[in-house]
């Protein structure tokens, strides 16, 4: 009976046990196949479902196998004569892309589903397995990288025959989301494209998408309901074209790279798109919403903007009705909170989900009428995750009586100031929702003992299953009491999460720049210990991945350099002529198997590159010039620019996960660099650095001159560290001083200044629990200090690295970023240097300043550091030009006093000497103060990049201090 049923029928059916349904049931594919085995008829309707969405099937199972072989087996074996052709010309061996079998199926037609980078992954493992069998015929000498033949051959199999193809993706990242995979093939432009890609109904890609590739797409695809754009990071006009095609979007996720840059095609090419949306997600928005128009669809609405710049990113879009708006997700740095009101109450009451994080309001005394707005205009709400006002706390009880629906309520930490919720605490319980899942309140809400036992007994006789529960100010007493209820399933477990951040460290833009920068010297002194701990460190967290030789170059690629006792390293080497011609240069990419990429600029020494030292630079100030600059810091050493941490500058890949990882790559670097040039191996060796961080407190005796059995000596002679965070306890109460009572004309008024200074106290002891090693406590300190101490400043329009200057061209306050960025990502500019092509320069990462901010890296102490640094002999050089706010001179001077170290009171008796430029007695550039290893320097009249504002007299200190001169 059941073989009678007409096809139709059969296909409802067989379905069920499709691709839809891998999550709910583990092995629905299998059962797929054993219908498969049934007969003849159930065979034919059940393999085109098999077969349209086979990357998936494998992928997503995470379960490979050999699946992936086998299917580009059968792929290959479906390829049309004229490819075999032309593979066989190549010197592959026929039998190995001929079928070996006839089959009655054209596999390829029923593909509905595409994503390139799991067909390149696939093609690559294929390649794999037959690269040890006989692929190549042995009388062929030919070395043609066969990976990217073989995929655009495949490629255009599919456009050819693919008949229904709906969902594409050109998402062209490894499996790790890291590696950018290279070349991406223009499938719109191959033959049968126009057919094939017709009815394409999802896309999605990366916004650095070749624009060739997106504008033949826009020739084809015109009713897209799904699209999905990552890492949108240029005015790409081959995305904007796209866009503007589209006249059916449903669903629209935009993520761009940075905040505050202007894209003008890419945004009118979003207007009036808003009509069809039933879901709209942009992150680091950089417009109005209302230029999307009205959506009056819109079920669900993720937006992120953070922007330190005061702008309405909602226009008109908060006025309009959205009758089926049902999710709201808002991550917004500086909100207008009544906007956020105004879009809540023109939900018409309809939201069930709402998460909504603000670091800056702009308007806070509308903060209680967001409280109510959320208690009265949202009665269908599900998950809360939000803020409410600590004034309006005795309403909290009245808001779980209101929503009877609720599962999930999170208040995050909005105000450090104690709240006192034992009487509502006990309220709360009467009216909790059964079908309660979660709550979590902030660490500044406290309570009493009985309090809390009342409320667990209400759990207790109202909830259906046990409840998450986070409270994150407890005694011990409590804990106990906690226990109790735990054991009897009243509630889950005992949670500590960090609060979310409020403030986003101005101040993390400049230490990020650093991680693993001391880590980095200890290897160098300490080099025997450090070999065998990386090699371990290496063969642990790196043997799944392998190097692959000669297929990470791009660019103008000289050779590949590698290191045997760092096998997962290589770099890659160009000699660029760009700036400065007349020395040598070496540029190209450090790559750690296919994780990280980081890049550097070497420029050999102007004057005696054989006998000058080296001079590691830890990040790239690559100016946007290339006229001959006489103040360059190669005049007298040569000098290694590299751009750090992970995804800044021409860097990219997975982030540093600690910084002993941090500091064995660098070293991985010299040693394979050194050992390709030796005659620069045994020069002394400094490190220099506009910054300084580290994760890891917790570090060994530092042992001087222990040379590897296999390994190149560096010979480190000293660090520099210019305008550094490095012991915050101390800093941090220098910034009034700086902000009123500096040599320059004060940016704030006394009274501010004495604001801040009554913050001090509470910051400072919050800081010194940081330093205790209370991990949790190092982002609420960041969060207090900068909103009380340091946020002040920024409420003004000066530049925080130049209290001189206002706050001009963008959030960094310099009109020359943007004109460096754009030198850099020019073509013949990133060709000459050797860059990776889908990348683009990027000074500054938000997503990296927020990575470290998290970590709560900005108050740790790392000072500590120093004194075994200066007890081995290895001298230190802190220098702060004046006029810099954020990491200003004055506290750089207190902390170098107040650093205990053996020679501390020495440093502290010494005078302070006036520094006088070579070649021009008469002008004093700074003040010093030195004793044995340690000098402190003062510059005069800069900011906090001192080679940009004092050219010649950042030379200057720079060579004395290379020959060991006094300042």
């Known amino acids: ?190 033959a049968g494209a126009s057919d094939a890609l017709a009815n394409l109904r999802h896309f999605d890609f990366h916004g650095c998408l070749d624009p060739k590739i997106l504008k033949s797409a826009a020739k084809i695809c015109k009713f897209v309901k799904v699209l999905s754009i990552a890492c949108c990071c240029y005015d790409n006009e081959g995305l904007a074209t796209f866009i503007d095609q589209q006249t059916h979007l449903e669903n629209l996720s935009i993520e761009f790279e940075q905040n505050g840059i202007d894209l003008p095609k890419i945004r009118n090419s979003l207007r009036n798109k808003g009509k069809d949306l039933s879901a709209l997600m942009i992150r680091q928005i950089f417009f109005p919403l209302d230029i999307l128009g009205h959506s009056p669809n819109l079920t669900g609405l993720f937006i992120e903007d953070g922007c330190d710049s005061h702008r309405d990113i909602f226009g008109q879009f908060v006025n309009w009705q959205f009758f089926r708006l049902t999710n709201l997700f808002l991550a917004i740095k500086n909100v207008h909170i009544g906007s956020i009101v105004q879009l809540i109450n023109n939900t018409c009451g309809n939201l069930t989900t709402v998460r909504i994080v603000w670091t800056k309001p702009i308007d806070k005394d509308n903060f209680n009428l967001y409280t109510e707005t959320i208690l009265v205009s949202c009665p269908r709400l599900i998950a809360y995750h939000g803020y409410f006002d600590d004034n309006e706390i005795g309403k909290m009880p009245e808001f779980f009586e209101k929503h009877k629906n609720l599962e999930e309520f999170h ?53 259906c299953a046990p409840l998450k529960l986070t409270l994150r100010c407890r005694s011990t007493i409590h804990e106990e009491i906690l226990s109790r209820y735990v054991e009897r399933k009243i509630i889950k477990n005992m949670l500590f999460f960090n609060s979310r951040p409020r403030f986003i460290s101005f101040v993390i833009i400049l230490i990020s720049f650093f991680i693993g920068f001391f880590f980095l010297v200890q290897q160098f002194i300490q080099q025997d210990d450090f070999v065998k701990a990386s090699s371990n460190w290496l063969k642990e967290k790196f043997s799944v991945y392998l190097p692959v030789k000669n297929k990470l170059g791009h660019g103008s690629l000289t050779k590949i350099l590698g290191h045997q006792d760092f096998p997962d390293y290589q770099i890659r080497l160009n000699e660029p002529k760009l700036c400065d011609a007349s020395v040598q240069q070496y540029s190209g990419y450090l790559d750690v198997s296919r994780k990280k990429h980081f890049f550097f600029w070497f420029f050999e020494s102007r004057n005696d590159p054989r006998n000058d030292p080296v001079v590691l630079w830890a990040i790239n100030e690559d100016g946007a010039d290339t006229t001959f600059n006489p103040y360059s810091w190669n005049s007298n050493a040569s000098i290694i620019f590299l751009d750090q941490p992970m995804n800044v500058g021409y860097s990219h890949g997975s982030k540093v996960s600690s910084t002993h990882a941090a500091s064995i790559d660098v070293y991985a670097f010299l040693q394979i660099f050194f050992q390709e040039y030796p005659q620069y191996a045994h020069l002394d060796f400094h490190v220099a650095a506009a910054e300084i961080n580290n994760n890891n407190q917790g570090t060994s005796p530092w042992i001087l001159n222990k040379k590897p059995k296999s390994l190149l000596h560096i010979n480190l002679e000293s660090i520099l560290i210019g305008n550094g965070m490095v012991d915050p306890l101390v800093q941090y109460k220098y910034y009034p001083d700086m902000a009123c009572n500096s040599s320059y004309d004060p940016v704030l008024d006394i009274s501010t200044c004495d604001e801040m200074r009554d913050a001090y106290p509470t910051c400072a002891d919050m800081i010194k629990s940081c330093y205790d090693g209370v991990t949790a406590t190092c982002l609420t300190a960041s969060m207090y200090c900068n909103r009380h101490i340091v946020l002040p400043y920024y409420s003004t329009s000066r530049n925080p690295y130049d209290v001189r200057k206002q706050c001009e061209g963008g959030d960094l306050c310099y009109s020359d970023i943007g004109v460096i960025e754009q030198y850099l ?96 007695k008469s002008m004093y550039a700074g003040e ?26 950042s030379l200057d200190f720079l060579n004395r201090w290379l020959l060991k001169k006094r300042l």
């Open 825 to 920: 990502n020019r073509g013949n500019v990133r060709e000459e240097l050797g860059a990776d092509p889908w990348i683009q320069y990027r000074i500054c990462s938000s997503r990296v300043n927020f990575r470290f901010h998290m970590n709560g890296d900005l108050m740790k102490p790392f000072h500590l550091l120093l004194p075994s640094l200066l007890e081995n002999d290895i001298r230190i050089l802190i220098y702060a030009g004046d006029a810099d706010f954020i990491c200003n001179w004055i506290g750089n001077d207190a902390w170098t006093k107040e650093l205990e170290w053996s020679g501390k009171q020495g440093f502290n008796d010494a005078k302070t000497r006036r520094w006088k430029l070579q070649g021009d």
């Open 1 to 190: 009976m059941v073989s009678k049923l007409p096809p139709e029928c059969l296909y409802k059916i067989f379905d069920e046990f499709s691709y839809s349904q891998i999550g709910k049931e583990k092995n629905s594919f299998i059962h797929l196949h054993s219908i498969i085995l049934v007969n003849k008829y159930w065979c034919n309707v059940a393999i085109p479902i098999l077969w349209r969405r086979t990357f998936n099937w494998i992928y997503q199972k995470n379960n490979y196998g050999d699946k992936h072989v086998h299917l580009m087996s059968t792929y290959i074996s479906c390829l049309p004569e004229e490819s075999r052709t032309n593979l066989n010309k190549l010197g592959i061996n026929s039998s190995i892309i001929q079928p070996t079998f006839r089959s009655n199926f054209d596999y390829p037609s029923f593909l509905q589903s595409l994503q390139y980078k799991w067909l390149y992954n696939s093609v690559n493992k294929w390649l794999d397995v037959h690269a040890s069998t006989d692929i190549i015929r042995g009388d062929n000498d030919n070395e043609t990288n066969l990976h990217p033949i073989f995929v655009e051959e495949l490629c255009k199999l599919f456009m050819k025959r693919c008949t229904n193809l709906l969902q594409l993706s050109y998402n062209h990242l490894d499996d790790f989301g890291e590696y950018p995979i290279y070349p991406v093939v223009n499938m719109p432009s191959f």
């Open 411 to 463: 208040i995050s930490l909005y105000s450090l100031t104690r709240c006192e919720i034992s009487n509502m605490l006990k309220k709360l319980g009467k009216y909790l929702p059964p079908n309660l899942q979660e709550i979590y309140l902030p660490a500044n809400y406290v309570y009493t003992t009985e309090s809390l036992e009342s409320f667990l007994e209400s759990c207790a006789a109202k909830l």
């Open 928 to 953: 010093s103060r030195s004793y044995k290893g340690l000098t402190f320097l003062r510059v005069f009249e800069a900011g906090h990049m001192v080679p940009y504002d004092q050219p010649g007299p």
